[in-house]
C-alpha cells in the first residue's frame, strides 16, 4: 500500500521522534537548536549502536521512495524546501571571484520572478541556507551576500583529501573564520578510519571543532572512500562525539559520493547520538544530487526516519551545484506544463 506526503507534512506539525527519544526530551525547532558541546571518546557507545546490514538499509530506501510519494500537487512546496536547505556550491578548480559573485548572486534570486508570481509566492524570500566555496573566495562570497540572511560556508582543511599536516588545516580554518565564514566543511583524512585511528580522528575533530569557534562545523567523511557501513557508521559517531553540528557525506570528488543507503547509515547514528545525548546533529549529502526528484528522496528519507525538524536549514543542507537549476525547471514546468531550454536557467 502506498501513502501520500502532503504540502501540510512541511507545516507545523512534527512527526515524532522515536518513542524513548521523544518521551524524554522536547525536540526544539528552528535557532532554539542548541548546538552539540561533543562528549568524551567512548569506544563502548559506539560499539553498541546497532551494526548496519546493507540489505537492510537498502530494502528501507526501497520503500520510502516508491512507496511514500509526494503528490504532484505538493511538489512545488517541496522542491522550495528543498532550495531553503541548500548549500549551492562551486568547488571548481578553476573557480574564479566573478563566478563566486555569479553564484552569489543566483543564490539571492534563485529563480526569474514570474516563478516566483507563478507559484502565488512574490512576495516571499526562498533562498539557499549558504554557498559553499574554496577558502581563497570566502570574503567575496561575504562581501556579495552582506545583508541577506544567506551563510557562507568554507571547505577547509585541504579539501577534498585533508593530507596536510594538522597545523596547517587549523591554520585554513582559523583564515576561514578570520574572513567571515558562518560554517566551516572539514574532510577527514581516510586513513584514520581504515587504521581503527579514533582517537587520534576525534582529536583532531575536537582542535578544528575549537579553531571554528562560533562558526559550525560539518565534518564531510568522504563515504565514498570508507569501503563498509560499519566504517560510516563508526566515523559518523566519532565526529559527533568530537562536536561535530552536522556530518556530511562526501567533497562530490570521489567517486561515488551521496547513496540513499548510506545516508540512511548517518541518519540512523545521529538518531543513536540524539538518543543518548539529546543534542540534534545535522546532516548534509552531498556530491551528485543533481536532479529535483533525487532532493524529493532525501526529503522523504528525513521526514521518514528523523522528523519534521530536519526538514529546516538549521538540521539539514544539500551541497549541490547543479540541484537548483534542475528545481526551477521542474517548478517552471510545474507552472506551464513544459520545460524551457536550459540556457534559460543559466548558472554560475
Ligand atoms: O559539497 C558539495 C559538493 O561538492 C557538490 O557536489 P556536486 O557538484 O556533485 O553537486
Not at 512545488?76 to 578548480?93: E, I, K, Y
Not at 566519532?238 to 548510506?262: H, Q, R
Amino acid at each position: 500500500m502506498s501513502s501520500t506526503i502532503r504540502e501540510a507534512d512541511l507545516g507545523t506539525k512534527v512527526t515524532p521522534l522515536p518513542a524513548r527519544a521523544a518521551a524524554n526530551t522536547p525536540v526544539p525547532l528552528d535557532h532554539r537548536i542548541a548546538r552539540n558541546p561533543g562528549m568524551k571518546l567512548d569506544l563502548g557507545f559506539m560499539e553498541s549502536v546497532r551494526s548496519v546490514n546493507r540489505s537492510a538499509l537498502e530494502r528501507r530506501v526501497a520503500s520510502l521512495t516508491k512507496r511514500r510519494s509526494i503528490k504532484a500537487d505538493n511538489q512545488a512546496a517541496w522542491l522550495l524546501r528543498a532550495v531553503a536547505c541548500m548549500d549551492l556550491t562551486t568547488l571548481n578548480s578553476n573557480d574564479t571571484e566573478e563566478r563566486v559573485r555569479r553564484l552569489c548572486a543566483k543564490a539571492i534570486n534563485p529563480f526569474r520572478r514570474d516563478i516566483f508570481e507563478g507559484l502565488g509566492i512574490a512576495g516571499e524570500t526562498i533562498r539557499p541556507a549558504a554557498v559553499c566555496v574554496y577558502h581563497p573566495f570566502v570574503a567575496t562570497a561575504v562581501d556579495a551576500v552582506r545583508g541577506t540572511g544567506i551563510h557562507v560556508a568554507a571547505v577547509s582543511t585541504a579539501f577534498p583529501h585533508g593530507l596536510a599536516p594538522l597545523s596547517t588545516r587549523l591554520q585554513e580554518i582559523e583564515a576561514s573564520v578570520r574572513d567571515g565564514a558562518d560554517e566551516i566543511d572539514v574532510v577527514i583524512p581516510r586513513g584514520l578510519v581504515f587504521g581503527a585511528k579514533w582517537r587520534e580522528l576525534y582529536n583532531e575533530i575536537v582542535s578544528m571543532r575549537a579553531a571554528c569557534g562560533d562558526a559550525h562545523l560539518k565534518v564531510i567523511l568522504g563515504t565514498g572512500d570508507l569501503a563498509t557501513l560499519r566504517n560510516v557508521m563508526l566515523a559518523s559517531m566519532v565526529a559527533m562525539m568530537a562536536g561535530a553540528d552536522f556530518i556530511k557525506t562526501s567533497t562530490g570528488k570521489e567517486s561515488v559520493n551521496a547513496t540513499l543507503p548510506v545516508g540512511l547509515a548517518m541518519v540512523r547514528a545521529i538518531r543513536a547520538y540524539f538518543e543518548e545525548t539529546g543534542y540534534l546533529i545535522g546532516f548534509k549529502p552531498a556530491g551528485g544530487i543533481s536532479t529535483a526528484k533525487a532532493s524529493l528522496d532525501w526529503l522523504v528519507l528525513m521526514k521518514e526516519e528523523l522528523g519534521r525538524p530536519w526538514l529546516e536549514p538549521e538540521l539539514f543542507r544539500f551541497g549541490a551545484s547543479s540541484l537548483l537549476t534542475d528545481i526551477e525547471r521542474q517548478l517552471e514546468h510545474h507552472l506551464t506544463g513544459h520545460y524551457s531550454a536550459n540556457h534559460r536557467h543559466a548558472m554560475a
